[in-house]
């Protein structure tokens, strides 16, 4: 497919997506479009660090710690949502040094394996800190519809807010990609001696693309927990819904790239959906066999994702070189 | 004052002293060889100098400036340069691969990118620019890593056998390259494990042995020391 051709098809898209309320009645397809808005938030969220070769799979601790900030402020202290949001973000951001300075020294699997561990600690302090969070019980969002408290009768507002969501943090990662500080990453990803041999003080380009990374994903927990009306530990501090998912998604449409997660995103939450649903009732854990096995054919058939497959041919200036690095560097 | 200073260094692997007690000095406008069978310590020694491994004893000083407690990064931003012996490109463009030390330093983008087009310019390279370094020669992926390590404007460049694994034609071409970034100004130690290539750009000559220095003085005077004769020859003489 040509670039050209490509932009085409992703305007008539992007026209057809905004159309979608206007035409859509049914609140399943206008939640489960949201919910993918949403996923390609936190996929995009989460992939940011990825660059670096850093992946996460603790990002529900900086969901949660968002989600619950919001709520709590709004349910316990009358605090606006959207003043939570900022509160949000800092708390998130808080979480995210908290939990990068130590883990920063880790390589490729450690520093994974101990992120998990993080979220986990935070979803037991939440299920302890009764006095606050109402333990494994929860805060509900009162339903008292209106913009200033971010609650809505219609899907049709939060089908608007998970969009500009998704286009914003899609924005920064592809901004961010682009910029020195992607350089840095990339530069270390791939050689991380001679990134440092060229001044690139590569543990600071991490710390930096994981605090974007945990403010960004604290904002879109806040958005969602207004999106449905509740805050309890096991769903938003819950590893499969929100480190192992938005990494799924990542790996399956392709780490590292700034339309993989895009892509993994609108292929994987109606998929998931669907296992859970189907799946979910004949035998509990049945959905995750599946995407184990969706995992490991990706990883072993198309290690680059659904997006190294689509990707517009570049023109190459080099003599007789190949196309066979294209799928390694995305766009 | 010299621009670089290395004292009493040394540096163990278990029971393997890999830099035994090395001292030497390098004066701004030299380009110094250092050379040595494989296992000397010579890769060793350069990654004392740039910091990725740490001394058990010794001191490093770049134009005055004691280095022992600088990050990699830190020293690189204080004017060392060097090449890794194991080419390993970053997985981008070569022209990107250049930009990473700019942007490193500047994070403006253009200017990085116009910076790093004059680098490849001066490293006959600027054709391959958009090319993905893993469709590349050896050779010319050599090149890649000096015009990288060269775009941190080092007052000391450091090369590790820049030339080892390239045919004739390609020495004949990288060599020439050499003496170019040397006349520009730039003080050069080279690791080479040919002899010959690298007697024909040193104005100086070390010579490594298990982790010692053995030798120092201009190419005649090195191989016509029986120290090295031994050291490469393996014969005994009754001095060393
Ligand atoms: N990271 C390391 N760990 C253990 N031993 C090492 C390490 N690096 C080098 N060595 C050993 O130190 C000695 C010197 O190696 P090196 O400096 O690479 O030699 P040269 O570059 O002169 O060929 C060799 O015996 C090598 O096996
Ligand atoms: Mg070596």
């Known amino acids: 497919m040509s670039a050209k051709r490509l932009q085409l098809l992703g ?23 949201t919910l993918i808005f949403f996923y390609i938030a936190m996929t995009s969220a989460w992939n940011i660090p990825v660059f670096g070769g850093k992946m996460s799979l603790g990002h529900a601790a900086f969901f949660g710690l968002g989600g619950y900030t919001g709520a709590i402020l709004y349910v316990k202290f009358g605090v606006s949502p959207w003043i939570g949001a900022a509160a949000g973000v800092a708390v998130s951001l808080l979480g995210g040094v908290v939990m990068t300075l130590p883990l920063l020294r880790l390589r490729g699997p450690f520093f994974t394996l101990a992120s998990i561990a ?27 519809p209106g913009w200033a408290n971010l609650t809505f009768q219609s899907g049709k507002p939060f089908y608007f807010l998970s969009l500009i969501l998704a286009v914003a943090v899609v924005f920064v990662a ?8 992607g350089f840095h990453l990339r530069a270390s990803a791939s050689n991380d001696e001679a990134a440092q041999a060229l001044g690139v003080d590569t543990r600071r380009a991490h710390f930096i693309a994981l605090l974007w990374s945990s403010g960004l994903t604290g904002l879109i927990g806040v958005f969602y927990v207004f999106f449905i009306y509740v805050v309890e530990p096991s769903t938003m501090f819950s590893l499969t819904l929100f480190s192992l998912q938005p990494a799924l998604n990542g790996i399956i449409g392709g780490i590292g790239t700034i339309w993989g997660p895009v892509i993994g ?64 560097e995305a766009r | 004052m010299p621009l670089l200073q290395v004292k009493n260094l040394t540096k163990r692997f278990g029971g393997l002293k890999a830099v035994n007690n090395v001292s030497f000095d390098i004066q701004a406008g030299e380009i110094v060889g250092l050379i040595g069978p494989n296992g000397a310590g010579k890769t060793t020694l350069f990654n004392l100098i740039s910091g990725i491994l740490h001394p058990e004893e ?4 770049l134009d005055g400036q004691p280095l022992n407690q600088l990050s990699p990064p830190r020293r ?21 691969n250049v930009m990473v030390p700019l942007l490193a330093r500047d994070p403006h983008m253009d200017k990085a990118r116009d910076s790093a087009m004059q680098m490849l310019a001066l490293l006959r390279l600027e054709h391959l620019a958009d090319a993905q370094p893993d469709s590349l020669t050896l050779a010319q992926r050599k090149r890649i890593e000096v015009a990288r390590a060269l775009a941190t404007r080092p007052k000391l460049l450091m090369l590790d056998e820049v030339l080892a694994g390239l045919n004739p034609t390609e020495i004949s071409e990288n060599l020439p390259i050499i003496r170019q970034v040397h006349e520009q100004g730039v003080t050069i130690f080279i690791i080479e494990h040919l002899m010959d290539a690298l007697m024909a750009v040193s104005q100086r000559v070390l010579v490594m042995e298990l982790g010692a220095l053995i030798a120092s003085g201009t190419p005649q005077e090195v191989t016509s020391n029986e120290c090295v004769i031994k050291a490469y020859l393996g014969e005994e003489t009754p001095t060393c």
């Open chain 2, 76 to 96: 690189s931003l204080a004017g060392l340069g060097r090449t890794f012996q194991v080419v390993r490109p970053f997985a981008m463009t070569v022209l990107e």
């Open chain 2, 58 to 61: 010794g001191h490093i000083i």
């Open chain 1, 11 to 33: 305007g008539v898209l992007f026209a057809a997506i905004i159309a979608v309320p206007a035409f859509v009645e049914s609140r399943f397809i206008l939640h489960m479009v």
């Open chain 1, 265 to 328: 995103a609108i292929v994987m939450t109606p998929f998931g959906e669907y296992l859970r649903f189907y799946l979910g009732t004949i035998q509990q854990g049945l959905n995750y066999v599946v995407y184990g096995v969706v995992l490991i054919l990706t990883v072993n058939f198309i290690p680059g994702g659904i997006v190294s497959l689509v990707r517009p041919k570049r023109s190459n200036r080099s003599d007789g070189s190949g196309s066979s690095s294209d799928t390694k």
């Open chain 1, 174 to 181: 592809y901004r961010l990609r682009h910029s020195a500080l």
């Open chain 1, 118 to 144: 993080f979220a986990e600690v935070l979803r037991m302090i939440a299920i302890d800190w009764r006095s606050l969070t109402n333990g494994s019980v929860g805060l509900n969002i009162p339903f008292k």
